[in-house]
């Protein structure tokens, strides 16, 4: 067991030539080199890097795998970040990094309260530490866009926040975790990547939180935006941003610094011959906001709508009408009636839509004014 951990150590020195590596003990227990004020352990500390925090919360990119073939059945969240980090020497040459594990859980068991931790450790860790040049945090695919969504929202120092996965577990032959996370943590620690709100760097992409989905539920090429594209690329583990800093179109910060529970939001998926009862169902079960997945630009039958307008005229519960569809846009008009406030989504899918409605009902916003922040994403 020692000689392979002083091995590992061996080939971390020769794998990062240029920087000074400083030597780690040669015992599990403790190979950190340097503790910072916040408390978090660095694996090397070398004056001329930037500074960058991972905070681990499990899912593929930790999984693990008694066949080097599967891509599926395997176990998620089963490796721990300073295996990650060890993994990938490279990272070295990049940065200073610590680790903080959030939790080690496939990404169906992030809850809202696992979301406001991350969200306030980043916000202290780095976003109030100067020396910090930025985060990374690594996720399970599955609900990652709504993770980064959160963090894009409630996380707003400038300082990048990265979110990045793998849809290869960590044993699989060719598993693209290692490499991502190079380039995560890569961007992350670039100045270039500052003022660009949370992104989602995975398969040498980098795309904006704000609009990225998951496309496709086994391929690597899976995160995109669909009709804004990627923010930039990275070719040889070197950023390309193809424009200058932007912030997308209606989105706007929020601090979760007083906020200790985000109130619950479901999301209905719409389809044909769909029942009333799925509605009044989530308003019964304690739902204080809902989403509907509507077809087309937010389309529901005609009785449906009726029932929509009776839980907002009567219940007083915010509904906001969004698209199943993989693109596009939901505009008020195509929604409105005189009878109720209804709730165009804008460009935000229901996922994302459930995010920010959640976000919207912890800050006490009254039906009015979760209108008006979801108008921003419209364009009538
Ligand atoms: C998960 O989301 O935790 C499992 C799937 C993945 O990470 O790709």
Same mark, same amino acid.
């Given at each position: 067991?020692?000689?392979?951990?002083?091995?590992?150590?061996?080939?971390i020195a020769v794998g990062s030539a240029s920087p000074i590596v400083?030597?780690?003990?040669?015992?599990?227990?403790?190979?950190?080199?340097?503790?910072?004020?916040?408390?978090?352990?660095?694996?090397q500390?070398?004056?001329?890097?930037?500074?960058?925090?991972?905070?681990?919360?499990?899912?593929?990119? %930790?999984?693990?795998?008694?066949? #080097?073939? @599967?891509? *599926?059945?395997? +176990?998620?969240? &089963?490796?721990?970040?300073?295996? =990650?980090?060890?993994?990938?020497p490279a990272i070295l040459n990049?940065?200073?990094?610590?680790?903080?594990?959030?939790?080690?859980?496939?990404?169906?068991?992030?809850?809202?309260?696992?979301?406001?931790?991350?969200?306030?450790?980043?916000?202290?860790?780095?976003?109030?530490?100067?020396?910090?040049?930025?985060?990374?945090?690594?996720?399970?695919?599955?609900?990652?866009?709504?993770?980064?969504?959160?963090?894009?929202?409630?996380?707003?120092?400038?300082?990048?926040?990265?979110?990045?996965?793998?849809?290869?577990?960590?044993?699989?032959?060719?598993?693209?975790?290692?490499?991502?996370?190079?380039?995560?943590?890569?961007?992350?620690?670039?100045?270039?990547?500052?003022?660009?709100?949370?992104?989602?760097?995975?398969?040498?992409?980098?795309?904006? %939180?704000?609009?990225?989905?998951? #496309?496709? @539920?086994? *391929?690597?090429? +899976?995160?995109? &935006?669909?009709?804004?594209?990627? =923010?930039?690329?990275?070719?040889?583990?070197?950023?390309?941003?193809?424009?200058?800093?932007?912030?997308?179109?209606?989105?706007?910060?929020?601090?979760?610094?007083?906020?200790?529970?985000?109130?619950?939001?479901?999301?209905?998926?719409?389809?044909?011959?769909?029942?009333?009862?799925?509605?009044?169902?989530?308003?019964?079960?304690?739902?204080?906001?809902?989403?509907?997945?509507?077809?087309?630009?937010?389309?529901?039958?005609?009785?449906?709508?009726?029932?929509?307008?009776?839980?907002?005229?009567?219940?007083?519960?915010?509904?906001?009408?969004?698209?199943?569809?993989?693109?596009?846009?939901?505009?008020?008009?195509?929604?409105?009636?005189?009878?109720?406030?209804?709730?165009?989504?804008?460009?935000?899918?229901?996922?994302?839509?459930?995010?920010?409605?959640?976000?919207?009902?912890?800050?006490?916003?009254?039906?009015?004014?979760?209108?008006?922040?979801?108008?921003?994403?419209?364009?009538?």
């Amino acid at each position: 067991m020692f000689a392979y951990i002083n091995l590992l150590y061996l080939l971390i020195a020769v794998g990062s030539a240029s920087p000074i590596v400083y030597p780690r003990t040669t015992n599990d227990t403790n190979p950190f080199v340097f503790t910072n004020s916040n408390g978090l352990n660095f694996t090397q500390m070398n004056a001329t890097l930037p500074n960058v925090t991972i905070f681990a919360t499990g899912g593929t990119i %930790a999984g693990s795998s008694s066949s #080097t073939t @599967a891509t *599926t059945g395997y +176990t998620s969240g &089963a490796v721990g970040i300073l295996t =990650l980090i060890d993994a990938v020497p490279a990272i070295l040459n990049i940065s200073n990094v610590a680790g903080v594990q959030i939790s080690n859980v496939g990404s169906e068991d992030v809850t809202s309260t696992l979301l406001l931790k991350m969200a306030k450790q980043i916000n202290e860790f780095v976003c109030g530490d100067p020396t910090m040049a930025g985060a990374v945090v690594t996720h399970g695919t599955d609900v990652l866009e709504e993770t980064a969504f959160f963090l894009d929202a409630t996380v707003n120092c400038g300082k990048p926040v990265i979110i990045v996965g793998a849809m290869r577990p960590s044993t699989a032959i060719s598993a693209d975790g290692p490499y991502n996370l190079l380039e995560a943590v890569t961007v992350a620690a670039s100045p270039l990547a500052k003022d660009r709100g949370a992104m989602v760097v995975m398969n040498d992409r980098i795309v904006s %939180a704000y609009y990225v989905t998951k #496309t496709n @539920a086994n *391929t690597l090429d +899976t995160f995109k &935006a669909i009709e804004m594209g990627n =923010l930039g690329e990275l070719i040889s583990d070197t950023p390309y941003f193809f424009y200058p800093p932007v912030k997308p179109t209606g989105k706007k910060a929020y601090s979760i610094a007083n906020v200790t529970s985000i109130p619950r939001v479901d999301i209905l998926f719409a389809y044909e011959d769909m029942h009333n009862d799925t509605l009044y169902n989530a308003v019964l079960s304690g739902a204080k906001g809902i989403v509907i997945a509507g077809a087309g630009a937010g389309g529901v039958s005609t009785s449906f709508n009726y029932a929509i307008e009776d839980v907002i005229n009567n219940y007083g519960i915010p509904i906001v009408q969004s698209t199943r569809a993989m693109s596009g846009e939901v505009p008020t008009s195509d929604i409105s009636t005189d009878s109720a406030l209804h709730i165009a989504s804008g460009y935000l899918n229901p996922m994302k839509s459930r995010v920010l409605l959640g976000i919207l009902l912890a800050h006490n916003k009254n039906m009015t004014q979760i209108a008006k922040a979801f108008a921003g994403s419209t364009d009538d």
